[in-house]
């Protein structure tokens, strides 16, 4: 099934789709039986997007021209229009990832990453990824992410299939995160 995806960096072109599948599986809009498949939790604005893709900092996966999965990977000082974020950039300095110093400037937020439910299961998340870490591994060394503790569909991608590393956690609003980072020198294939 994945032979035939075309991976992108998105263009305002892309847009309409990537909305259409941030709307399907926004934590918002899904029941809890839903969220139980995974789910994303930030609602991107078309002004948001068309700055990240500015930035070159969305990645598309196509099916027939249908966008069917998207990742971002953009700079903190991207991601500081959002709280959560601010919370976690204070954080860099005291994790420890392989005896890497990481600051704001040398690493980046990795997420979201949607997947169409009728693509997942299928093997595109490592060639997807890896698409995104060859574009960004010139300008950073690691990508940071965090995972919502109860979407285990996540967890279980990002730690069994590409192989981030746990390195610590933290509360927000309420919900607990584990906090990820993936050296982008490593091919995740």
């Given at each position: 099934?994945?032979?035939?995806?075309?991976?992108?960096?998105?263009?305002?072109?892309?847009?309409?789709?990537?909305?259409?599948?941030?709307?399907?599986?926004?934590?918002?809009?899904?029941?809890?039986?839903?969220?139980?498949?995974?789910?994303?939790?930030?609602?991107?604005?078309?002004?948001?997007?068309?700055?990240?893709?500015?930035?070159?900092?969305?990645?598309?996966?196509?099916?027939?021209?249908?966008?069917?999965?998207?990742?971002?990977?953009?700079?903190?000082?991207?991601?500081?229009?959002?709280?959560?974020?601010?919370?976690?950039?204070?954080?860099?300095?005291?994790?420890?990832?392989?005896?890497?110093?990481?600051?704001?400037s040398n690493t980046f937020q990795y997420g979201p990453i949607c997947i169409d439910k009728k693509y997942r299961g299928k093997g595109l998340i490592n060639p997807f990824f890896d698409f995104m870490r060859i574009?960004?591994?010139?300008?950073?060394?690691?990508?940071?992410?965090?995972?919502?503790?109860?979407?285990?569909?996540?967890?279980?991608?990002?730690?069994?299939?590409?192989?981030?590393?746990?390195?610590?956690?933290?509360?927000?609003?309420?919900?607990?995160?584990?906090?990820?980072?993936?050296?982008?020198?490593?091919?995740?294939?």
């Amino acid at each position: 099934m994945i032979e035939n995806i075309q991976f992108e960096v998105a263009k305002n072109t892309d847009i309409e789709g990537v909305l259409e599948l941030q709307s399907l599986y926004l934590v918002s809009n899904m029941t809890e039986e839903e969220k139980a498949s995974g789910f994303v939790t930030t609602p991107f604005t078309v002004e948001q997007l068309q700055e990240v893709i500015r930035q070159e900092g969305l990645f598309i996966a196509k099916d027939n021209q249908k966008i069917i999965a998207y990742i971002f990977a953009a700079s903190w000082e991207y991601f500081s229009q959002w709280a959560i974020f601010n919370h976690m950039t204070p954080m860099l300095p005291g994790l420890s990832f392989e005896d890497f110093k990481m600051t704001d400037s040398n690493t980046f937020q990795y997420g979201p990453i949607c997947i169409d439910k009728k693509y997942r299961g299928k093997g595109l998340i490592n060639p997807f990824f890896d698409f995104m870490r060859i574009h960004l591994l010139k300008k950073f060394p690691v990508s940071i992410t965090f995972i919502n503790k109860t979407n285990l569909p996540s967890q279980k991608a990002h730690i069994e299939k590409l192989k981030w590393s746990v390195i610590g956690d933290f509360q927000f609003n309420n919900n607990n995160y584990f906090i990820l980072a993936y050296d982008m020198n490593q091919p995740s294939l």
